[in-house]
């Protein structure tokens, strides 16, 4: 039976990929490439919300890895990295794009995070959790159109906290912030997504009460 690569093992694989990319091997970065591309698009198309300026980061993120790649340290993880060049791309897109007012909807899909900031604790327990709410496809316009209102901080904040298992470090880093405002706009978010799905969550409900939900 294969066993799936372990974190050490890649890691330890791309600092060797880096060093001989370093050394003048490009088809050691293409590697890299190959190894990161679909999780850094995942993470541009979720903050972007279009195949084209997904694409984009994902070309522009790689391509200043590349050009960077001398002041990368070995002992970092190079997906962690390129992930953070790519999220700092993808804000500066936003922001772009918020500007001439042509943002478009994110895609509506969630994943559970096991541990939680002390923020997101002091949430009632009884206000429904956008993560778990993104799970269900009946809402997955009503998510979209959630996230779509979000400013670009507290997009990528959702984004990079709640989809991509980012630490709040790594957050503040691509904000350009404190950690302390990084964990501001990961729980403001959350509270504007919850806001934003209540109308909708209290319809489900009544609708369940009476036995008339589909």
Request: a positive charge; zero cysteines; aromatic letters at 6%.
């Amino acid at each position: 039976m294969n066993r799936m690569p372990s974190v050490e093992t890649t890691v330890e694989s791309d600092a060797i990929a880096v060093e001989r990319t370093l050394a003048g091997d490009r088809d050691a970065f293409r590697v890299l490439v190959e190894r990161h591309s679909r999780n850094v698009y995942r993470l541009a198309y979720r903050m972007t919300g279009n195949q084209h300026d997904a694409e984009e980061v994902v070309q522009e993120a790689f391509l200043r890895a590349y050009q960077k790649l001398s002041q990368f340290a070995s002992r970092a993880n190079f997906g962690t990295w390129v992930y953070r060049i790519a999220a700092n791309y993808a804000i500066d897109r936003m922001r772009q794009k918020r500007s001439e007012d042509s943002n478009r909807a994110l895609p509506a899909r969630e994943t559970e995070d096991g541990t939680e900031m002390d923020l997101m604790s002091t949430v009632p327990d009884s206000a429904p959790s956008p993560e778990r709410l993104a799970q269900s496809g009946q809402l997955a316009t009503q998510m979209r159109r959630a996230l779509s209102q979000l400013t670009p901080a507290e997009r990528t904040a959702f984004v990079m906290r709640h989809w991509g298992g980012s630490g709040i470090e790594e957050i503040a880093d691509a904000l350009k912030s404190s950690t302390s405002a990084a964990k501001n706009t990961v729980f403001r978010s959350v509270q504007k997504l919850r806001k934003a799905l209540e109308p909708f969550v209290e319809q489900r409900g009544q609708a369940r009460a009476m036995g008339t939900e589909l």
